[in-house]
C-alpha cells in the first residue's frame, strides 16, 4: 500500500469516523480542528441514535425506518444513500458498543430503545440524554490510538481556510491558519473530506448550536466552486429553552418519554403551572395530531407552537413560551433516561424540571442543506454501490464532504436522532469512497507544483492582512448579531417572499459592511477577533444562498414553510371511506401536481454577484412518493 | 514559575507546529513517512517511555511499601507503644520492671528495634519526605474536610519527624548513654514531663502521631482498595476518627500518668 | 464553594421575559438593544469583572477591570461575549477583547472551564446569579498559558494516551454479531464516568498535580484515572486490562494520588472520581500481587 496522505477537516462524528476509515485503509490522516476534537458540537447531540433492532416487541423493520426517513423529510432526500444508512444502522450501533459506547440497557442487558418524533417504533439507541458525548468518546478514543500510532497527526487549533485546487480544477491541499501562531500554511493532500459541522450559528444567538457551528468552512469551499444544496432547508428545533446568549436544546426524547407540551386555556393565566388544573390546559398537540401526539416530526411540532404563540397568542403569558412537562412522569424513571437534559435545565434556569414544567420556545437546530455530494446506486442493492468513489464527492474532484455539512439523507426535514446515524455512516461512506479514490490516482499531491499552493496562501494572507490593517469601522461581533436577528426574523420558522426579498437586500448590504471590519485588536498571538472576522465575512455569504434558495421554492416542504403556498390537509376524517371523498382526492391531485413542480433539489453555485441556482431532480428509486405527511 | 509554564508549553506544542512547518514545502519528507500498512508498529516516540509492569518498575512498590510500612509495622508499633506507655499511672516499680525490663529483657531485641521499628520508620519517614515535594496543598482555596486533611498528613509527617527525633534522643539514646537514666526510665520522664513546654510538646507529638496513623489507616484503604465508594470511605473514616481518639485518649493518659502515679516501690 | 468576593447578590435566576422571537426588526432594535442593555455601568445591575490577562505564554500577567450591566440568566461566558462588544476597562481604557475559549454554552464540550472568584468552575454554567458584584477570572491552573484566559490542554489527551484509553477493535466495522449484554446496575456506574467532558478542572484542583512537570512525569490526574475505570469494566476493554494498569503503576500514576479528594468536589458533572481511583486501587493490588507471585 502506497500510504498516501489525507486531510480531514472537523472533528466531530463525521470527521472522526472518516478518519477511522481512512487512517484503518492504510493511509496517513491529517485532522484539522478548530479545538480538540473533543469539544467539537457531536457532544451536544442529547436525545439518541435512530436504528432498527427491534427489541421492543414492536415489529419494527429496516423497511419502516426508511419509509419513515423519506416521508418525515417530505421525499425529498435522494432515496439510494437513505437506504442504505438505514440498512447499515444496525451495524453501526454494534461497532459504537464494541467501541465501549455506554448505551443505556434493559432489565435483561440488551439496548434500550426508546421513542422518537415522526415514527411509532421505539428505534432510538440512547446512552441516557448525553448520546452525542458518548458515541464521540467512542470514536474519539479509536483516533487516539491511531494517533498514538503514528497513523492520525492532528491538527487541533488550526481553522481551515481554503482549498488548494491545481490547474485541471481538482483538489490538492488545503491552506489553513494556526490560531495560535496565525500563521497560514499550505498543506498538500490527495484528498480532502469536510466534515465541518452545521451552521446553526446563522441564526445566533436564538440556536442551539454551538458557538463553533458556523458554517464558515462549507461556505468557503462554496465560494471557491462546490456547489451546494437545499440551502433553504433548515430545521428549528421545537423545544429549546429560552435564553438571551443561547437557546439550549432540551432533546425530543424528552417527548418521546412521554413529556407533554401545553399552554394554558387562558394566555393570561398567571398561575403556577402545577395549580393549572387539568381542564385548564390545552395540549395542543395531542389536540391537533391525536396519532403521533407530542412526537410528531419537528417542524411540525415547530409550527404548531410558532403558531399557538404567534397567531393564537395563546403563549405562555402571551409570549413566545409554552410549557414541556416532565412532572406528571415518574422521577426515578425521568432521572435515569433525561439526567443530562434535567441538569442542563437545573443550571440554567434555575427550575426543576421534576418540580415544573419547561418553558421552551422553537430554535434554529440543524441544517439539512450542506455541500452537494454525489452517490452511485448500486442496481442490485437499490442502495449506494459501498466503496464507490463516487459516494460523498463533491462538485470539486478530490474534495468530499460528510456530516451535517453536505445535505445527504434529511430531505426537507430531519428525523430526531437520524443526525448522529447520518454523521456516523456518512463519515464511514465518505472514508470508504476516500480509499477508493486514492486508489485511482496516479499522481499524488506532492508532484502539483508549488504555484498553486502559493497562490492560496497568497491570497488567504491578503485576506487577513487587509482585516489586520484595514481602516473600517464595522464590528464583526456586532454583524454577527445582525445576522442572527435578520436570518430569525426574514429566514425562520415562517417565510414570505416579500420578507425573503429584503433579507436578500440586507445580506447583500451586510457583505458590503463585512467588508469594512474593524478588528479593534491587533494581536500577532490567537487573535480570536481575526478568526471571527472571517467566519462572520463567510457566515454572511452563505445566508446568501439560504436566503436564495428560500426565495426560489414556492412551496411548503418540510422545514420550509410560506403560508401562501400552503396545501391545507383535508379537514375530514381518514378512514377508507373519507379517503375517497372528492375533497381528499382533489387534494391528492394537487399534492402530486406540487410535487411534480417543486420535488427536486436545489443547487446553488457561488457567483460574484450572488447566488445562481439551479434544481435537479430527486432520486426517488426507492419507494414512490405516494402519500401526504399526516400526522393526525 | 512562569518561565517553567512556558518551557513546557513550548515542549507540547513544538513537534505539532513543527511537524506542519516541515509538511508545507519539502515534498522529500512527505515521503518519509513511515510504512502505515502495519496495524501493530511500534508507536515512535512515546512507547520507549511506556510503562512497564510493577515488579520492573519500583515507583509503584515503593509507594505501596511506604503505604504498608506506616501501617505495619510503624503504626502498630504506635499503637503498642501508647499501650505500654499508658502502664505509667501504676507507678515506677511496676513500669520500670514489667514494662521497661520485660521489653529490656527480650532476645534480639537490637534486631527489632532496629529492623522492624527504626529503618521502617526511617524509610517512612524519608520516602514521605520525598512525596510531600511532589504536592501543593491549598487548604483554603479547597476547604473540604479531605484537603484538610491531605494538608495537616504532610504537615503532623514534618512535625512528628522532629518530634520522634527528640523523643528517641530524649529516652533510649540517652539511656544507651546513661545507665542511670535507662535504669529509671519512668523517673527521667517524670522529671522531664514536669516541664510544661516539654509536656505541651509530647501532647502535640502524641496529638500528631494519631492523627497521622488514623487518617494514613484511612487513605491506605482508599490507596489499596478496601474502600473505594464514597459512603465506605466516610463510613471508615469515621471507624479510623474513633480509632485515633482512643489512641490518642491512651497515650494522653499514659503521659498523665508519669505524673500522677506514685513514685515509691509500693503501688 | 469558595467566599464570593463582593457582598452584593444580584437578582438573575430566571431568564427573563425578553425573549424576541423573530419578531424583532434586525438592525435598528439590535444596535439600540445591545447599547442600552451593556453600556450603563451607574445600574445596580453591573457587575465588576477583574480578569487576569497575559498576552502571550512568555508574557507576564497582569490584571484588568470592566464594568458592564448583566442581563437575567448572564453566565460567565455570556458576559465575556458581550464584552467583546466593548472591550473599554473601567477607566475608559480600548483593550483587546479578552481571549478565552467556549463552545457548547451547555457543559457539555468542556471547553471554558477557568479560575471563578478563585475556584477552578466551567464559565458557561456559573452564573451570575450565583456570584457576586465583583467577579474574578483567571486562567485554569496547572495547564500553560496561551493567553488570557485560554490555556493549552494538550497534557490532558496525552494522557489519555499513556494509559491506553481506548478498546483495542479489531477495526470499525461490522462483525455480524449481537453485543455483549451488560446489566442495568453496571451501566449506571459505568455511565457516570463516560460523562467525562475533559475539563481540566479535577486536574487543576488537585494537590498532586504539578503544573509545571513534564508531562511524562507528573501525577496523571484523576480524569485519565476514571477512564481507566471505565474502559476496564467494558467487556471488551477488560482484555487490555493489565497494560492499563501496568500504566497507572509507573511514575506519576494512581499510587501518586494523595487522597485530598478536591477532584470529586469539584467536578462539574459529578463524576465519582474518587471511587474509581478507590476501585483501581484495589484492582492494582491485585495485579501487582499476580505480577509478583503469579505465572
Same mark, same amino acid.
Given at each position: 500500500?502506497?500510504?498516501?496522505?489525507?486531510?480531514?477537516?472537523?472533528?466531530?462524528?463525521?470527521?472522526?469516523?472518516?478518519?477511522?476509515?481512512?487512517?484503518?485503509?492504510?493511509?496517513?490522516?491529517?485532522?484539522?480542528?478548530?479545538?480538540?476534537?473533543?469539544?467539537?458540537?457531536?457532544?451536544?447531540?442529547?436525545?439518541?441514535?435512530?436504528?432498527?433492532?427491534?427489541?421492543?416487541?414492536?415489529?419494527?423493520?429496516?423497511?419502516?425506518?426508511?419509509?419513515?426517513?423519506?416521508?418525515?423529510?417530505?421525499?425529498?432526500?435522494?432515496?439510494?444513500?437513505?437506504?442504505?444508512?438505514?440498512?447499515?444502522?444496525?451495524?453501526?450501533?454494534?461497532?459504537?458498543?464494541?467501541?465501549?459506547?455506554?448505551?443505556?440497557?434493559?432489565?435483561?442487558?440488551?439496548?434500550?430503545?426508546?421513542?422518537?418524533?415522526?415514527?411509532?417504533?421505539?428505534?432510538?439507541?440512547?446512552?441516557?440524554?448525553?448520546?452525542?458525548?458518548?458515541?464521540?468518546?467512542?470514536?474519539?478514543?479509536?483516533?487516539?490510538?491511531?494517533?498514538?500510532?503514528?497513523?492520525?497527526?492532528?491538527?487541533?487549533?488550526?481553522?481551515?481556510?481554503?482549498?488548494?485546487?491545481?490547474?485541471?480544477?481538482?483538489?490538492?491541499?488545503?491552506?489553513?491558519?494556526?490560531?495560535?501562531?496565525?500563521?497560514?500554511?499550505?498543506?498538500?493532500?490527495?484528498?480532502?473530506?469536510?466534515?465541518?459541522?452545521?451552521?446553526?450559528?446563522?441564526?445566533?444567538?436564538?440556536?442551539?448550536?454551538?458557538?463553533?457551528?458556523?458554517?464558515?468552512?462549507?461556505?468557503?469551499?462554496?465560494?471557491?466552486?462546490?456547489?451546494?444544496?437545499?440551502?433553504?432547508?433548515?430545521?428549528?428545533?421545537?423545544?429549546?429553552?429560552?435564553?438571551?446568549?443561547?437557546?439550549?436544546?432540551?432533546?425530543?426524547?424528552?417527548?418521546?418519554?412521554?413529556?407533554?407540551?401545553?399552554?394554558?386555556?387562558?394566555?393570561?393565566?398567571?398561575?403556577?403551572?402545577?395549580?393549572?388544573?387539568?381542564?385548564?390546559?390545552?395540549?395542543?398537540?395531542?389536540?391537533?395530531?391525536?396519532?403521533?401526539?407530542?412526537?410528531?416530526?419537528?417542524?411540525?411540532?415547530?409550527?404548531?407552537?410558532?403558531?399557538?404563540?404567534?397567531?393564537?397568542?395563546?403563549?405562555?403569558?402571551?409570549?413566545?413560551?409554552?410549557?414541556?412537562?416532565?412532572?406528571?412522569?415518574?422521577?426515578?424513571?425521568?432521572?435515569?433516561?433525561?439526567?443530562?437534559?434535567?441538569?442542563?435545565?437545573?443550571?440554567?434556569?434555575?427550575?426543576?424540571?421534576?418540580?415544573?414544567?419547561?418553558?421552551?420556545?422553537?430554535?434554529?437546530?440543524?441544517?439539512?442543506?450542506?455541500?452537494?455530494?454525489?452517490?452511485?446506486?448500486?442496481?442490485?442493492?437499490?442502495?449506494?454501490?459501498?466503496?464507490?468513489?463516487?459516494?460523498?464527492?463533491?462538485?470539486?474532484?478530490?474534495?468530499?464532504?460528510?456530516?451535517?455539512?453536505?445535505?445527504?439523507?434529511?430531505?426537507?426535514?430531519?428525523?430526531?436522532?437520524?443526525?448522529?446515524?447520518?454523521?456516523?455512516?456518512?463519515?464511514?461512506?465518505?472514508?470508504?469512497?476516500?480509499?477508493?479514490?486514492?486508489?485511482?490516482?496516479?499522481?499524488?499531491?506532492?508532484?502539483?507544483?508549488?504555484?498553486?499552493?502559493?497562490?492560496?496562501?497568497?491570497?488567504?494572507?491578503?485576506?487577513?492582512?487587509?482585516?489586520?490593517?484595514?481602516?473600517?469601522?464595522?464590528?464583526?461581533?456586532?454583524?454577527?448579531?445582525?445576522?442572527?436577528?435578520?436570518?430569525?426574523?426574514?429566514?425562520?420558522?415562517?417565510?414570505?417572499?416579500?420578507?425573503?426579498?429584503?433579507?436578500?437586500?440586507?445580506?447583500?448590504?451586510?457583505?458590503?459592511?463585512?467588508?469594512?471590519?474593524?478588528?479593534?485588536?491587533?494581536?500577532?498571538?490567537?487573535?480570536?477577533?481575526?478568526?471571527?472576522?472571517?467566519?462572520?465575512?463567510?457566515?454572511?455569504?452563505?445566508?446568501?444562498?439560504?436566503?436564495?434558495?428560500?426565495?426560489?421554492?414556492?412551496?411548503?416542504?418540510?422545514?420550509?414553510?410560506?403560508?401562501?403556498?400552503?396545501?391545507?390537509?383535508?379537514?375530514?376524517?381518514?378512514?377508507?371511506?373519507?379517503?375517497?371523498?372528492?375533497?381528499?382526492?382533489?387534494?391528492?391531485?394537487?399534492?402530486?401536481?406540487?410535487?411534480?413542480?417543486?420535488?427536486?433539489?436545489?443547487?446553488?453555485?457561488?457567483?460574484?454577484?450572488?447566488?445562481?441556482?439551479?434544481?435537479?431532480?430527486?432520486?426517488?428509486?426507492?419507494?414512490?412518493?405516494?402519500?401526504?405527511?399526516?400526522?393526525? | 514559575?512562569?518561565?517553567?509554564?512556558?518551557?513546557?508549553?513550548?515542549?507540547?506544542?513544538?513537534?505539532?507546529?513543527?511537524?506542519?512547518?516541515?509538511?508545507?514545502?519539502?515534498?522529500?519528507?512527505?515521503?518519509?513517512?513511515?510504512?502505515?500498512?502495519?496495524?501493530?508498529?511500534?508507536?515512535?516516540?512515546?512507547?520507549?517511555?511506556?510503562?512497564?509492569?510493577?515488579?520492573?518498575?519500583?515507583?509503584?512498590?515503593?509507594?505501596?511499601?511506604?503505604?504498608?510500612?506506616?501501617?505495619?509495622?510503624?503504626?502498630?508499633?504506635?499503637?503498642?507503644?501508647?499501650?505500654?506507655?499508658?502502664?505509667?499511672?501504676?507507678?515506677?516499680?511496676?513500669?520500670?520492671?514489667?514494662?521497661?525490663?520485660?521489653?529490656?529483657?527480650?532476645?534480639?531485641?537490637?534486631?527489632?528495634?532496629?529492623?522492624?521499628?527504626?529503618?521502617?520508620?526511617?524509610?517512612?519517614?524519608?520516602?514521605?519526605?520525598?512525596?510531600?515535594?511532589?504536592?501543593?496543598?491549598?487548604?483554603?482555596?479547597?476547604?473540604?474536610?479531605?484537603?484538610?486533611?491531605?494538608?495537616?498528613?504532610?504537615?503532623?509527617?514534618?512535625?512528628?519527624?522532629?518530634?520522634?527525633?527528640?523523643?528517641?534522643?530524649?529516652?533510649?539514646?540517652?539511656?544507651?548513654?546513661?545507665?542511670?537514666?535507662?535504669?529509671?526510665?519512668?523517673?527521667?520522664?517524670?522529671?522531664?514531663?514536669?516541664?510544661?513546654?516539654?509536656?505541651?510538646?509530647?501532647?502535640?507529638?502524641?496529638?500528631?502521631?494519631?492523627?497521622?496513623?488514623?487518617?494514613?489507616?484511612?487513605?491506605?484503604?482508599?490507596?489499596?482498595?478496601?474502600?473505594?465508594?464514597?459512603?465506605?470511605?466516610?463510613?471508615?473514616?469515621?471507624?479510623?476518627?474513633?480509632?485515633?481518639?482512643?489512641?490518642?485518649?491512651?497515650?494522653?493518659?499514659?503521659?498523665?500518668?508519669?505524673?500522677?502515679?506514685?513514685?515509691?516501690?509500693?503501688? | 464553594?469558595?467566599?464570593?468576593?463582593?457582598?452584593?447578590?444580584?437578582?438573575?435566576?430566571?431568564?427573563?421575559?425578553?425573549?424576541?422571537?423573530?419578531?424583532?426588526?434586525?438592525?435598528?432594535?439590535?444596535?439600540?438593544?445591545?447599547?442600552?442593555? @451593556?453600556?450603563? &455601568?451607574? !445600574? %445596580?445591575?453591573?457587575?465588576? $469583572? +477583574?480578569?487576569? /490577562?497575559?498576552?502571550?505564554?512568555? =508574557?507576564?500577567?497582569?490584571?484588568?477591570?470592566?464594568?458592564? @450591566?448583566?442581563? &437575567?440568566? !448572564? %453566565?460567565?461566558?455570556?458576559? $465575556? +461575549?458581550?464584552? /467583546?462588544?466593548?472591550?473599554?476597562? =473601567?477607566?475608559?481604557?480600548?483593550?483587546?477583547?479578552?481571549?478565552?475559549?467556549?463552545?457548547?454554552?451547555?457543559?457539555?464540550?468542556?471547553?471554558?472551564?477557568?479560575?471563578?472568584?478563585?475556584?477552578?468552575?466551567?464559565?458557561?454554567?456559573?452564573?451570575?446569579?450565583?456570584?457576586?458584584?465583583?467577579?474574578?477570572?483567571?486562567?485554569?491552573?496547572?495547564?500553560?498559558?496561551?493567553?488570557?484566559?485560554?490555556?493549552?490542554?494538550?497534557?490532558?489527551?496525552?494522557?489519555?494516551?499513556?494509559?491506553?484509553?481506548?478498546?483495542?477493535?479489531?477495526?470499525?466495522?461490522?462483525?455480524?454479531?449481537?453485543?455483549?449484554?451488560?446489566?442495568?446496575?453496571?451501566?449506571?456506574?459505568?455511565?457516570?464516568?463516560?460523562?467525562?467532558?475533559?475539563?481540566?478542572?479535577?486536574?487543576?484542583?488537585?494537590?498532586?498535580?504539578?503544573?509545571?512537570?513534564?508531562?511524562?512525569?507528573?501525577?496523571?490526574?484523576?480524569?485519565?484515572?476514571?477512564?481507566?475505570?471505565?474502559?476496564?469494566?467494558?467487556?471488551?476493554?477488560?482484555?487490555?486490562?493489565?497494560?492499563?494498569?501496568?500504566?497507572?503503576?509507573?511514575?506519576?500514576?494512581?499510587?501518586?494520588?494523595?487522597?485530598?479528594?478536591?477532584?470529586?468536589?469539584?467536578?462539574?458533572?459529578?463524576?465519582?472520581?474518587?471511587?474509581?481511583?478507590?476501585?483501581?486501587?484495589?484492582?492494582?493490588?491485585?495485579?501487582?500481587?499476580?505480577?509478583?507471585?503469579?505465572?
Amino acid at each position: 500500500m502506497t500510504g498516501r496522505r489525507v486531510i480531514v477537516v472537523g472533528g466531530g462524528l463525521g470527521g472522526l469516523w472518516a478518519t477511522l476509515a481512512i487512517a484503518g485503509g492504510g493511509h496517513r490522516v491529517l485532522l484539522f480542528s478548530l479545538f480538540e476534537v473533543m469539544r467539537s458540537h457531536s457532544v451536544c447531540a442529547q436525545g439518541g441514535i435512530n436504528a432498527v433492532l427491534d427489541y421492543q416487541g414492536q415489529h419494527d423493520s429496516v423497511a419502516q425506518h426508511i419509509r419513515d426517513t423519506l416521508k418525515g423529510g417530505s421525499w425529498l432526500a435522494n432515496q439510494p444513500p437513505v437506504k442504505s444508512m438505514c440498512e447499515a444502522a444496525p451495524g453501526l450501533i454494534r461497532t459504537f458498543e464494541r467501541m465501549g459506547v455506554t448505551f443505556s440497557r434493559t432489565p435483561e442487558g440488551l439496548l434500550d430503545q426508546r421513542l422518537f418524533g415522526g415514527v411509532k417504533h421505539k428505534r432510538t439507541c440512547f446512552a441516557g440524554a448525553s448520546t452525542g458525548q458518548q458515541l464521540m468518546h467512542g470514536v474519539d478514543q479509536q483516533v487516539r490510538r491511531l494517533e498514538a500510532e503514528g497513523r492520525v497527526e492532528k491538527h487541533e487549533w488550526w481553522e481551515y481556510l481554503g482549498l488548494v485546487k491545481d490547474g485541471a480544477g481538482v483538489c490538492r491541499g488545503v491552506v489553513a491558519m494556526d490560531l495560535r501562531s496565525l500563521g497560514v500554511q499550505a498543506f498538500p493532500a490527495d484528498a480532502v473530506v469536510l466534515a465541518t459541522g452545521g451552521l446553526g450559528q446563522l441564526y445566533a444567538p436564538q440556536t442551539t448550536c454551538s458557538t463553533n457551528s458556523t458554517g464558515a468552512a462549507a461556505s468557503r469551499a462554496y465560494q471557491q466552486g462546490a456547489r451546494f444544496a437545499n440551502a433553504e432547508l433548515f430545521q428549528f428545533h421545537p423545544t429549546a429553552m429560552l435564553g438571551e446568549d443561547k437557546t439550549r436544546l432540551m432533546s425530543e426524547a424528552a417527548r418521546g418519554e412521554g413529556g407533554r407540551v401545553w399552554v394554558p386555556k387562558d394566555p393570561a393565566d398567571r398561575r403556577e403551572p402545577n395549580r393549572i388544573p387539568e381542564a385548564e390546559r390545552w395540549y395542543f398537540l395531542e389536540d391537533w395530531y391525536p396519532a403521533y401526539g407530542n412526537t410528531v416530526p419537528r417542524d411540525i411540532a415547530s409550527r404548531a407552537i410558532w403558531r399557538v404563540c404567534r397567531e393564537l397568542k395563546q403563549g405562555i403569558g402571551g409570549g413566545d413560551r409554552v410549557y414541556l412537562d416532565l412532572t406528571h412522569l415518574d422521577p426515578g424513571f425521568v432521572e435515569s433516561r433525561l439526567g443530562a437534559i434535567l441538569s442542563i435545565y437545573r443550571k440554567f434556569a434555575g427550575t426543576d424540571p421534576l418540580d415544573a414544567p419547561m418553558e421552551i420556545f422553537p430554535a434554529a437546530h440543524y441544517a439539512m442543506g450542506g455541500l452537494w455530494v454525489d452517490f452511485e446506486r448500486d442496481p442490485a442493492s437499490g442502495g449506494v454501490k459501498p466503496g464507490s468513489p463516487r459516494n460523498h464527492a463533491t462538485s470539486i474532484a478530490g474534495l468530499y464532504a460528510c456530516g451535517e455539512c453536505d445535505y445527504g439523507y434529511h430531505g426537507a426535514n430531519r428525523l430526531g436522532a437520524n443526525s448522529l446515524l447520518s454523521a456516523s455512516y456518512s463519515g464511514r461512506v465518505a472514508g470508504e469512497a476516500v480509499l477508493s479514490h486514492l486508489a485511482g490516482i496516479e499522481r499524488g499531491a506532492d508532484a502539483v507544483p508549488a504555484a498553486p499552493f502559493d497562490a492560496e496562501v497568497a491570497r488567504q494572507q491578503a485576506i487577513n492582512r487587509e482585516l489586520m490593517t484595514g481602516q473600517g469601522n464595522e464590528s464583526p461581533y456586532r454583524l454577527h448579531e445582525e445576522l442572527g436577528a435578520l436570518m430569525t426574523s426574514r429566514v425562520g420558522v415562517v417565510r414570505d417572499n416579500a420578507g425573503l426579498d429584503r433579507a436578500l437586500e440586507e445580506l447583500a448590504a451586510l457583505e458590503r459592511r463585512a467588508a469594512h471590519m474593524a478588528l479593534a485588536e491587533a494581536s500577532p498571538w490567537a487573535n480570536q477577533t481575526l478568526a471571527y472576522a472571517r467566519q462572520v465575512q463567510d457566515m454572511i455569504r452563505l445566508a446568501r444562498v439560504m436566503a436564495a434558495s428560500a426565495r426560489v421554492r414556492d412551496e411548503c416542504r418540510g422545514a420550509h414553510y410560506k403560508p401562501e403556498f400552503d396545501l391545507p390537509l383535508p379537514q375530514s376524517g381518514r378512514s377508507a371511506q373519507d379517503l375517497g371523498s372528492p375533497e381528499w382526492s382533489q387534494y391528492r391531485e394537487r399534492w402530486a401536481a406540487n410535487n411534480a413542480r417543486w420535488l427536486k433539489t436545489t443547487v446553488a453555485e457561488y457567483s460574484a454577484d450572488g447566488p445562481r441556482i439551479d434544481f435537479e431532480p430527486v432520486d426517488l428509486s426507492v419507494l414512490a412518493p405516494d402519500q401526504p405527511r399526516d400526522y393526525r | 514559575m512562569l518561565n517553567n509554564e512556558i518551557l513546557s508549553w513550548r515542549a507540547a506544542t513544538r513537534p505539532r507546529t513543527g511537524a506542519a512547518a516541515i509538511a508545507v514545502r519539502s515534498p522529500v519528507l512527505l515521503t518519509s513517512y513511515p510504512l502505515l500498512d502495519t496495524p501493530h508498529c511500534k508507536p515512535s516516540g512515546r512507547t520507549s517511555k511506556l510503562p512497564m509492569p510493577s515488579i520492573n518498575n519500583p515507583h509503584f512498590v515503593l509507594r505501596r511499601l511506604h503505604s504498608l510500612l506506616g501501617v505495619v509495622p510503624v503504626g502498630a508499633f504506635l499503637a503498642f507503644h501508647l499501650w505500654e506507655n499508658s502502664q505509667s499511672r501504676f507507678g515506677a516499680q511496676h513500669f520500670n520492671e514489667a514494662v521497661v525490663g520485660a521489653l529490656a529483657g527480650l532476645n534480639y531485641l537490637p534486631f527489632i528495634e532496629i529492623g522492624l521499628i527504626a529503618l521502617p520508620l526511617l524509610f517512612h519517614a524519608v520516602y514521605g519526605l520525598v512525596i510531600i515535594g511532589g504536592g501543593r496543598a491549598e487548604p483554603l482555596r479547597y476547604p473540604y474536610l479531605r484537603n484538610r486533611l491531605y494538608w495537616l498528613q504532610r504537615l503532623s509527617g514534618i512535625g512528628l519527624l522532629v518530634f520522634i527525633l527528640v523523643h528517641v534522643g530524649m529516652t533510649r539514646i540517652a539511656g544507651l548513654m546513661d545507665p542511670a537514666i535507662h535504669a529509671d526510665l519512668f523517673g527521667h520522664m517524670r522529671a522531664a514531663l514536669s516541664n510544661p513546654w516539654v509536656l505541651g510538646f509530647y501532647l502535640l507529638g502524641l496529638w500528631l502521631a494519631v492523627l497521622h496513623f488514623a487518617n494514613g489507616l484511612a487513605t491506605a484503604a482508599i490507596s489499596w482498595g478496601l474502600t473505594t465508594s464514597a459512603a465506605a470511605q466516610r463510613r471508615f473514616g469515621r471507624v479510623c476518627a474513633g480509632f485515633g481518639l482512643l489512641l490518642g485518649a491512651i497515650g494522653t493518659h499514659g503521659l498523665a500518668g508519669y505524673l500522677i502515679a506514685p513514685t515509691g516501690a509500693g503501688a | 464553594m469558595i467566599g464570593i468576593a463582593g457582598s452584593q447578590q444580584l437578582d438573575l435566576r430566571r431568564v427573563g421575559t425578553g425573549y424576541a422571537g423573530g419578531t424583532r426588526d434586525t438592525r435598528a432594535s439590535t444596535r439600540a438593544g445591545i447599547e442600552t442593555q @451593556r453600556q450603563d &455601568p451607574a !445600574d %445596580n445591575q453591573s457587575v465588576e $469583572l +477583574r480578569v487576569r /490577562r497575559q498576552d502571550a505564554p512568555d =508574557a507576564a500577567p497582569y490584571w484588568q477591570t470592566f464594568r458592564l @450591566r448583566v442581563r &437575567p440568566g !448572564d %453566565n460567565v461566558v455570556s458576559v $465575556l +461575549r458581550a464584552l /467583546r462588544l466593548h472591550p473599554i476597562t =473601567a477607566d475608559g481604557e480600548p483593550v483587546d477583547p479578552v481571549a478565552f475559549e467556549h463552545n457548547c454554552m451547555e457543559e457539555v464540550c468542556g471547553a471554558c472551564a477557568m479560575l471563578i472568584d478563585g475556584a477552578p468552575r466551567p464559565a458557561c454554567s456559573t452564573l451570575l446569579a450565583d456570584l457576586g458584584t465583583v467577579i474574578r477570572l483567571e486562567p485554569l491552573p496547572k495547564f500553560p498559558v496561551v493567553r488570557d484566559l485560554m490555556v493549552d490542554r494538550a497534557r490532558l489527551f496525552e494522557r489519555l494516551s499513556r494509559v491506553k484509553a481506548w478498546v483495542r477493535l479489531d477495526g470499525p466495522w461490522d462483525t455480524h454479531e449481537r453485543a455483549p449484554r451488560i446489566a442495568q446496575r453496571q451501566w449506571a456506574t459505568d455511565y457516570l464516568y463516560s460523562r467525562c467532558m475533559s475539563c481540566g478542572i479535577c486536574l487543576a484542583a488537585c494537590p498532586q498535580v504539578d503544573g509545571q512537570a513534564q508531562d511524562n512525569n507528573g501525577f496523571i490526574g484523576p480524569a485519565a484515572l476514571a477512564q481507566v475505570r471505565l474502559l476496564n469494566a467494558h467487556p471488551l476493554g477488560r482484555y487490555d486490562k493489565p497494560e492499563r494498569l501496568h500504566a497507572i503503576m509507573a511514575q506519576g500514576g494512581l499510587t501518586d494520588c494523595g487522597n485530598a479528594q478536591n477532584c470529586v468536589r469539584v467536578c462539574p458533572k459529578k463524576i465519582p472520581l474518587t471511587t474509581a481511583i478507590g476501585e483501581l486501587g484495589r484492582q492494582t493490588t491485585v495485579q501487582a500481587l499476580q505480577d509478583l507471585f503469579g505465572a
